[in-house]
């Protein structure tokens, strides 16, 4: 691995979604770290489910929450809400919803190679 710096100011990919959210991807080092911009009214279900095919959100997340709320509810029904400051750790098998009237933005440092694609 070579050093290096990348901003999001220029991101490599934008993957948009229907309701103004998105992905904002930067692959450094051997890893790809997402910043994610939920828009009030987000919903995993409604927004990401049609293109990932799946029940439930698979991918795992490790995520900084910089800004708004998010409620996150596992397949098995135990439920978790975080907000900015807030260091979260989400297995596969999750469905997630912002909180709120602002948007929900964090950097995901484990789940976004391949989310909303």
Known sequence: MDLQKKNFGAPDEIRPMADE???EILRIGDGVVGKATF???WRWSAHVKPKAGTDSC???HLAYILSGRQKVVMDDGS???FGPGDVVAIPPGHDGFVVGDE???FLDFA???HYAE
Do not use: F, I
Request: glycine share 12%.
């Open 39 to 41: 828009e009030p009214g």
């Open 111 to 113: 789940g976004m190679e």
């Open 21 to 23: 959210s998105r992905v």
């Open 79 to 81: 439920e978790l809400e």
């Open 58 to 60: 698979q991918s795992a």
């Open 103 to 105: 948007p929900c933005v």
